[in-house]
T-cell receptor
Framework: SAVISQKPSRDICQRGTSLTIQCQVD?????MFWYRQQPGQSLTLIAT?????????ESGFVIDKFPISRPNLTFSTLTVSNMSPEDSSIYLC????????????FGPGTRLTVL | GENVEQHPSTLSVQEGDSAVIKCTYS??????FPWYKQELGKGPQLIID?????GEKKDQRIAVTLNKTAKHFSLHITETQPEDSAVYFC?????????????FGAGTRLAVHP
């Protein structure tokens, strides 16, 4: 499976600021996804990062708050904008295989704390 | 939409015992059921999965069973070891918008005591 890296691995940010998280894959992939994992909770899909077009957001997530870029088939960024303490979470990117079931593999995550 | 329930939320076993985690799903069209293991400070790792046309799958000490009629699936870990301690997530998925979207259960924190 692909090797997925994320930067930064963790950060502590002030309320009202923005943070951009990078996801790099060692091979070209069609499907990339961004998830949020709130403290002690399960994973919730934020959006699908589409190469060459706007991301597809899930209910409850909007582009103004979580803008996503996907400039090529190996890289994507997620920005958490105008942060508040409620945004403190682990943010995970994943890639999906081009198979009938699109098995997903996750990166190591970015641990964000907002003060 | 799909809803996945997972039980128990915590599970404590002695080394060498078996551990069973159960999930139920609501969407009868779901056709793919992966299990992920998340160790502290790491991203979820896919450990085993099962497709809707299969009733059981085994990989060494790990097995998964699926009952489509009852809409539930289970993870079985035999001969547990301390390194099995982690949070385990089940998920269900079906084709939607051109790909299989995962819906996760709430997770089970497994502790294996030496």
């Amino acid at each position: 499976s692909a090797v997925i890296s994320q930067k930064p691995s963790r950060d502590i940010c002030q309320r009202g600021t923005s943070l951009t998280i990078q996801c790099q894959v060692d091979s070209q992939v069609t499907m990339m996804f961004w998830y949020r994992q709130q403290p002690g909770q399960s994973l919730t899909l934020i959006a699908t990062a589409n190469q060459g077009s706007e991301a597809t957001y899930e209910s409850g997530f909007v582009i103004d708050k979580f803008p996503i870029s996907r400039p090529n088939l190996t890289f994507s960024t997620l920005t958490v904008s105008n942060m508040s303490p409620e945004d403190s979470s682990i943010y995970l990117c994943s890639v999906g295989r081009l198979t009938p079931y699109n098995e997903q593999f996750f990166g190591p995550g970015t641990r964000l704390t907002v003060l | 939409g799909e809803n996945v329930e997972q039980h128990p939320s915590t599970l404590s076993v002695q080394e060498g015992d078996s551990a069973v985690i159960k999930c139920t799903y609501s969407d009868s069209a779901s056709n793919y059921f992966p299990w992920y293991k998340q160790e502290l400070g790491k991203g979820p790792q896919l450990i085993i999965d099962i497709r809707s046309n299969v009733g059981e799958k085994k990989d060494q000490r790990i097995a998964v069973t699926l009952n489509k009629t009852a809409k539930h699936f289970s993870l079985h870990i035999t001969e547990t070891q301390p390194e099995d301690s982690a949070v385990y997530f089940c998920a269900a998925s079906r084709r939607s918008g051109g790909y299989n979207k995962l819906i996760f259960g709430a997770g089970t924190r497994l502790a294996v005591h030496p």
